[in-house]
């Protein structure tokens, strides 16, 4: 599964979630999208097993249609699962 975020500043414009730009964002292979917020600003996290992180600059069209160049892209660097260990078995 890729994963990539777009970090948006104070200047940029509000990311677009509706039904337009879910479409072209579910045609760049993109099943799941999360936004997270802080004084800062807004970072949309978006993920799918199809997306290829080559098309993210339509991703962010998609997104910010109103201009994006005070958006940063997070790529992904490594993926981790994580689990518990299996208890140990006292007796």
Known sequence: MAIAMLVSGPNAAEPVVGPDAAERLAGLGISRISLLQDPSGIGVVLEGW??????????????????????????????????????????
């Open 50 to 91: 199809a997306f290829d992180p080559a098309r993210i600059d339509e991703a962010i069209r998609a997104m910010f249609p109103d201009g994006s160049a005070d958006v940063r892209v997070f790529r992904e660097v490594e993926d981790v699962a994580v689990s518990m260990a299996p208890s140990e078995r006292r007796t």
